[in-house]
């Protein structure tokens, strides 16, 4: 059973950034693939960035390379979503995702996932 907390959504302007965390109990960061999906209103969920369980590979959508980065508190047992250069189109409900049972094959695929955080709010003002 594996448990998922997150916060640090909120509003800023376009531009801005903002950082998202998940802190994770019930397995070790060693053992999950880490995975941060999106939402907005009447859309579908849409993959967003991933950390593999090895720690070796790190991936991301088109639409945020060179704007996001996925990092791991190993420590914390927490993962971390820093987000840069924010535009309206990144409006959304932020959601952290676990693959418990690594390897992920396709670490864009929803399907993959087993436990999901609550989800967070991000909302960007032009």
């Known amino acids: 059973q594996v448990q998922l907390v997150e916060s640090g959504g909120g509003l800023v302007q376009a531009g801005g950034s903002l950082r998202l965390s998940c802190a994770a109990s019930?397995?070790?960061?060693?053992?999950?693939?880490m995975g941060w999906f999106r939402q907005a209103p009447g859309k579908e969920r849409e993959f967003v960035a991933a950390?593999?369980?090895?720690?070796?590979?790190?991936y991301y959508a088109d639409t945020v390379k060179g704007r996001f980065t996925t990092s791991r508190d190993i420590t914390k047992n927490t993962v971390y979503l820093q987000m840069n250069s924010l535009k309206p189109e990144d409006t959304a409900v932020y959601y952290c995702?676990?693959?418990?049972?690594?390897?992920?094959?396709?670490?864009?695929?929803?399907?993959?996932?087993?436990?999901w955080g609550q989800g967070t709010q991000v909302t960007v003002s032009s």
């Open positions: 019930g397995r070790t960061l060693n053992e999950l693939t």
């Open positions: 950390h593999r369980w090895n720690g070796m590979g790190r």
């Open positions: 995702a676990a693959d418990a049972n690594p390897p992920t094959i396709n670490y864009a695929s929803q399907y993959e996932y087993d436990y």
